[in-house]
């Protein structure tokens, strides 16, 4: 299985600012995803990170609050853009599930919280 | 659509005892079933998966889940209790038609009494 860091582990942000939050995976990697756990709840995914192109975002979330970006194979990022507390959560990238019955492989998770 | 419902959002055993956590699906079509378990302050774990070459699963750590496709059903299950067992659960579903996108249940709290 891959091994996957994310950088902050965690931070505290003030509202109207942005934070970038790294993920690292140490092989290369087709799929990534990116995650949302808001506090006391599941997982909710945002956005698929596809290498040369632009994200393909889920229902809810748009490129302007949420622009990630993927250079190569084995890192991506994630930005929260002009912060409220609503976006205080853990944000979650994972890999793999390059088919349908294979697993994801998830990082620690970036616990951001909003004041 | 696919959905995935967890009966209970807190289970609580005692060590020794038996542990279940229940998870249904909705799916259109045979779906791949995972679950994943959490620790705090940590990121997600998969314990098993199901992709249709037997319908009893075992993972890691003693559990195992059966998926009955009558039932629509994919429950977790381990013999024993531990105290480390004490973790969130997820059940997930994933599709080839839906873009292989996982989608989680709402997670069960497991807390293991001494």
């Known amino acids: 299985s891959a091994v996957i860091s994310q950088k902050p582990s965690r931070d505290i942000c003030q509202r109207g600012t942005s934070l970038t939050i790294q993920c690292q995976v140490d092989s290369q990697v087709t799929m990534m995803f990116w995650y949302r756990q808001q506090p006391g709840q599941s997982l909710t995914l945002i956005a698929t990170?596809?290498?040369?192109?632009?994200?393909?975002?889920e229902s809810g979330f748009v490129i302007d609050k949420f622009p990630i970006s993927r250079p190569n194979l084995t890192f991506s990022t994630l930005t929260v853009s002009n912060m409220s507390p609503e976006d205080s959560s853990i944000y979650l990238c994972?890999?793999?599930?390059?088919?349908?019955?294979?697993?994801?492989?998830f990082g620690p998770g970036t616990r951001l919280t909003v004041l | 659509a696919q959905s995935v419902t967890q009966l209970g959002s807190h289970v609580s055993v005692s060590e020794g005892a038996l542990v279940l956590l229940r998870c249904n699906y909705s799916s259109s079509v045979p779906p791949y079933l995972f679950w994943y378990v959490q620790y705090p302050n940590q990121g997600l774990q998969l314990l098993l998966k199901y992709t249709s070459a037997a319908t009893l699963v075992k993972g890691i750590n003693g559990f195992e889940a059966e998926f009955k496709k009558s039932e629509t059903s994919f429950h977790l299950t381990k013999p024993s209790a531990h105290m480390s067992d004490a973790a969130e659960y997820f059940c997930a579903v994933s599709e080839v038609e839906y873009g292989n996108k996982l989608v989680f249940g709402a997670g069960t709290i497991l807390r293991v009494k001494s």
């Open positions: 994972s890999v793999g599930g390059d088919r349908a019955w294979n697993e994801q492989f």
């Open positions: 990170a596809n290498q040369g192109s632009e994200a393909t975002y």
